[in-house]
């Protein structure tokens, strides 16, 4: 072979080496998305009654995609809460689920970064976690934050867990079924406190019904306690009815007796469409922390949601938490509530709300 032709030869196998590379990999994707959702609100904390604008963790994010290597492409996305009424209250840059990440329909996905919890993301195939605004009962009952706010941040926490430092593993789907998996190691650990945080879910689902359990644990350590979660979802589509039940047990695991608290919480939910409308309702138990402890709750939502197109929803929604003696459980979904949840124990708040979403 002359040299010529050696050099033609090395150029067509350049060629063709650098072509099957470009098709190997996939363009790369960058999408822009997020939800803006505002609702002017009478709500009454049991002894003050104020009208606001609120809004209900409007959020704005992009993430990308390329795939590369047959079967593997690498992810990321970064998201950020905003309020567009009073802005002095957006959130810090990815404050809300934000990663990097290696994805494989075959082997899975891993993300390291700041992610929902397998226990909060949890929603029984999406049936439970339907209603908007205040009427969301997921956070107050099943994730602890009404017993939180009776019992005390000193001895109770809720497990409503967007955890940062975290390494996440999503299997494939097999047999209906999807595994998630978390860790996030202690990074403030010191000589008396090392609580890194475990989580995980089964989750199976084959288009109609849905059933899942979930753990989360957070260690004990000698100087604080450490939160424990178990739920259980069970959820169901038939035509235009759809529905949920939820169940939880939180457990502080207190190192002192006297100090454990645990409570048991259910959450019924009911979906049913007809037309461009969908009517909601929920109810929700959360029960006492401890023997004659009388800090359980009950939390009703009814909310009528009509859709002006796929991206646009004008809603009316209607909830009440109800208290005992104890019991200080305030609603959770709006970014500047907090500015009138000082609930007394034992009062009940209600929620009045007229909002629009819309998905972008």
């Known amino acids: 072979m002359t040299m010529t032709a050696q050099k033609t030869a090395m150029a067509l196998a350049t060629g063709l080496l650098l072509a099957s590379s470009a098709i190997a990999q996939t363009a790369p994707t960058v999408t822009l998305y997020g939800r803006l959702d505002l609702g002017l609100e009478s709500v009454n904390d049991g002894t003050l009654t104020k009208t606001m604008l609120q809004n209900y963790a409007s959020r704005i994010g992009f993430k990308g995609e390329r795939g590369f290597s047959g079967d593997l492409a690498g992810v990321f996305q970064v998201e950020t809460g905003v309020a567009p009424d009073d802005t002095s209250q957006s ?35 999406g049936y439970a976690g339907t209603l908007y605004g205040e009427g969301e009962a997921m956070e ?18 809720n497990v409503h867990t967007r955890q940062t430092n975290n390494l996440v593993y999503l299997s494939p789907k097999f047999a209906d079924m999807v595994v998630k998996a978390s860790y996030s190691p202690d990074e403030g650990q010191s000589a008396t406190t090392n609580q890194p945080l475990y989580a995980a879910s089964l989750e ?15 260690a004990v350590s000698t100087a604080a306690f450490g939160m424990t979660a178990t739920k259980f979802s069970l959820g169901a589509k038939m035509d235009s009815l759809s529905g949920a039940i939820v169940f939880s047990t939180l457990e502080n695991q207190a190192p002192i007796a006297t100090n454990v608290r645990k409570t048991t919480n259910t959450l019924f939910v009911v979906n049913y469409g007809v037309g461009d409308m969908t009517y909601k309702f929920n109810y929700g ?8 402890a009388a800090d359980d709750l ?21 909830a009440q938490i109800t208290n005992n003696t104890k019991a200080r459980g305030t609603f959770v979904g709006a970014d500047n509530f907090p500015s009138i949840a000082a609930t007394a124990a034992g009062s009940d708040p209600t929620a009045i709300t007229f909002g629009l979403r819309y998905n972008f």
């Open 204 to 218: 199976w689902n084959n288009g109609t019904y849905n059933a899942g359990i979930a753990t989360q644990s957070k």
């Open 298 to 318: 009950t939390m009703m939502a009814l909310e009528a949601a009509y859709a002006l197109d796929k991206q646009t929803i004008l809603y009316g929604s209607y």
């Open 140 to 157: 107050v009952i099943i994730h602890g934050k009404g017993t939180r706010t009776a019992v005390g941040s000193s001895l109770f926490d």
């Open 285 to 292: 138990m959360s029960g006492e922390s401890a023997s004659n």
């Open 91 to 125: 959130k810090a840059f990815a404050n809300r689920n934000s990663f990097v990440g290696l994805k494989s329909k075959s082997m899975g996905t891993f993300l390291v970064g700041t992610y929902d919890s397998p226990l909060k993301s949890l929603d029984a195939g």
